[in-house]
């Protein structure tokens, strides 16, 4: 028992910096859709790349299954929406 509860406590750490990880790539992607000229600096760039290096898979997987809502020119994308909610329900049933 004390096994399963020290794994499930891995898990839920490794979970919540993984939801870190989504909200920062979530404020960058909106830095980016506010401020096209913004050009970050190079060791700002490692970190960056870093974030969207380890969120890209689950997102793009939901971007396949769900594509992006088109609204004129404008397009909803529910891959990160998906991916956080995701997140969330397996912490959710984590013991």
Not at 18 to 35: E, K, M, P
Not at 66 to 95: E, H, K, N, V, Y
Request: with cysteine.
């Amino acid at each position: 028992m004390a096994v399963l509860l020290v794994i499930s406590g891995v898990l839920r750490t490794l979970i919540g910096i993984y939801i870190v990880l989504l909200w920062a790539r979530f404020i960058i992607d909106w830095i980016r859709v506010l401020n096209r000229s913004f050009r970050p600096p190079s060791a700002l760039l490692v970190i960056f790349e870093l974030i969207y290096t380890v969120t890209d898979p689950p997102i793009k997987m939901f971007q396949k299954l769900i594509p992006p809502l088109r609204l004129g020119a404008f397009a909803i994308d529910f891959g990160w929406m998906l991916t956080m909610l995701s997140c969330w329900l397996i912490q959710g049933f984590l013991p």
